[in-house]
């Protein structure tokens, strides 16, 4: 049977108008489907209030004090030890002794202030130093050592993305890091190196080992960087601490006043269950 032409012609016009509409929908839903992926992987990387990393916690064990090895905001490749530590890093005194650790300065607000408590309470502490910040007080980091506490490198400037670095450009951050404190104290060890934000990976404790530097980590944190009240943060330290521990404290980045604050209250409690010390020169 032979069909009359214009039949013919108008089953071809609605077949290609079929196909063109069912071509546009596809590329609409492609469309839809990226941008639905990009938006998910946003979410994942950043978050609705910013990323999370170890020293910005987004969990409810930070607040209890006891995020350490283990913690999904560990920072990437990470892995617990034996030690407690997390991919290599060293969390705990490893004595029966409790070291308090100040990261980020020093700062010419809180780092005198957080001196004369611990010279108050005669106690000695850790002191992890920005590269940055000591070039800038060199006298604050002569005072740190003169005061008898023992030094820590914590990176050039706190870039949470040192982890990820290429081996030279870790290995340069650190060695810039040390030649700054070493210019205000030329002839104080600098046996440890703390991560910032305790996003450790093996080229930075890698690194840390070949500049003879030990990599520390903590077992107590009361998240003092958010600045939650010097009773919060004496409540968390005070409540967590046991013979060992490795405390995070922070006398720069911030407002710090709480923090010196809760010293106050921190140090006449631990003093009276523990042996205080600073992590010694020589690193185990």
Do not use: K
């Not at 023992?150 to 050039?156: I, K, R, Y």
């Not at 982890?163 to 340069?172: L, N, Q, V, Y």
């Not at 930075?204 to 919060?232: F, I, K, N, Y």
């Amino acid at each position: 049977m032979t069909w009359p032409a214009a039949p013919r012609r108008a089953t071809a016009l609605v077949a290609l108008v079929t196909a063109a509409l069912l071509s546009s929908a596809y590329a609409i839903g492609r469309t839809l489907a990226v941008d639905r992926s990009r938006q998910h992987a946003a979410e994942v990387a950043g978050g609705p209030n910013g990323p999370h990393y170890t020293d910005q916690p987004g969990s409810a064990a930070t607040a209890r004090g006891d995020r350490s090895a283990g913690s999904p905001e560990a920072g990437p490749d990470a892995t617990a030890t034996a030690g407690g530590g997390i991919s290599g890093a060293q969390a705990v005194t490893g004595t029966r002794q409790v070291a308090l650790t100040f990261d980020d300065g020093p700062d010419p607000r809180y780092t005198p202030q957080v001196l004369a408590v611990l010279r108050q309470f005669r106690v000695h502490a850790t002191f992890c130093v920005v590269g940055e910040n000591a070039q800038r007080y060199p006298e604050l980091v002569q005072a740190i050592v003169a005061d008898g506490h023992t030094l820590c490198n914590h990176s050039w400037n706190h870039n949470l993305s040192l982890s990820r670095r290429p081996p030279g450009e870790i290995r340069a951050d650190l060695l810039r890091a040390n030649a700054a404190i070493r210019a205000a104290v030329p002839d104080a060890p600098i046996c440890w190196y703390r991560q910032p934000g305790g996003m450790w990976a093996y080229p930075v404790v890698s690194a840390a080992h070949e500049l003879g530097m030990t990599p520390l980590h903590w077992s107590v944190d009361p998240a003092d960087w958010q600045a939650p009240g010097a009773g919060r943060i004496a409540a968390v330290v005070i409540g967590n601490a046991e013979p060992g521990s490795v405390v995070l404290l922070h006398d720069g980045g911030g407002n710090r006043q709480g923090t010196v604050d809760a010293l106050h209250r921190i140090l006449p409690e631990l003093t009276s269950r523990f042996e205080l010390a600073a992590l010694p020169v020589q690193s185990r």
